[in-house]
């Protein structure tokens, strides 16, 4: 059993923003990287997505570190599994009308929401509904991870992927650990792992992550050929 592990954010590094499919040829490098690596997937998507998106992977950290599946378990943190939190997000959800607005419940695989993802970049500046959303979940005390791009989540608890990466690791006893990532959301596991990977892509042109290796998206599957 391999104490290495590859860890990939999907949004912008295994698929390209804007699509729900992987990159092609991805599924087969990672499926071959097997041989060498633990294959593990950590995204602010659910985790029930993931599953279906990369079938080939070790494990998962869902929704920002809320969710993990692993070595056929489910796991979360107590103060994520609050139906009532739940049931504000829902709520929150439902007050987004603006027609331009990209919406995303966050779902657990038991159904519940645990999370809202909300993107206005097709709309001419921040919709008032979303204004409105951001301060009735502030007023809540849900928590809120705001992005340098028209892009905000909110979720039941608080989410991190450096957290859920780190349990991962020490569940898994893994000496060595290299992260992709490409947004805000991943600068915080950068420190934590032997080898951090930027991947580079049109949405993320405006961040500096400092010394890390990078990759351009469109090289990624050449890069990672290399490693089998």
């Known amino acids: 059993m391999s104490s290495r592990a590859l860890v990939f954010d999907y949004d912008g590094v295994l698929a390209e923003i804007g699509s729900e499919s992987p990159l092609p040829g991805i599924i087969r490098i990672l499926e071959e ?30 929704i920002c570190g809320l969710e993990i599946l692993v070595e056929g378990m489910l796991i979360y943190p107590l103060k994520a599994l609050d ?9 929150l959800a439902g007050a987004l009308k603006t027609s331009c607005l990209r919406v995303e419940l966050k779902k657990n695989m038991m159904g519940w929401t645990m999370g809202l993802g909300i993107s206005w970049r097709r709309c001419v500046g921040k919709p008032v509904d979303v204004i409105g959303v951001e301060e009735k979940a502030v007023e809540a005390g849900l928590y809120l991870f705001r992005y340098q791009r028209p892009f905000l989540e909110i979720y039941v608890a608080e989410a991190s992927k450096a957290r859920g990466v780190s349990f991962v690791r020490r569940l898994l006893g893994l000496s060595w650990v290299s992260y992709f990532g490409d947004s805000e959301s991943d600068m915080e596991v950068f420190p934590e792992v032997e080898n951090p990977v930027f991947v580079r892509n049109e949405y993320n042109q405006h961040m500096s992550p400092g010394n890390v290796v990078e990759v351009r998206q469109g090289d990624l599957a050449g890069f990672l050929e290399r490693l089998l």
């Open 33 to 62: 990287l097997k041989d060498k690596y633990k294959i593990l997937i950590a995204s602010t998507r659910s985790t029930e997505f993931l599953v279906k998106q990369v079938p080939v992977a070790d494990g998962y950290i869902g």
């Open 83 to 91: 139906k009532a939190r739940s049931s504000q997000l829902n709520d």
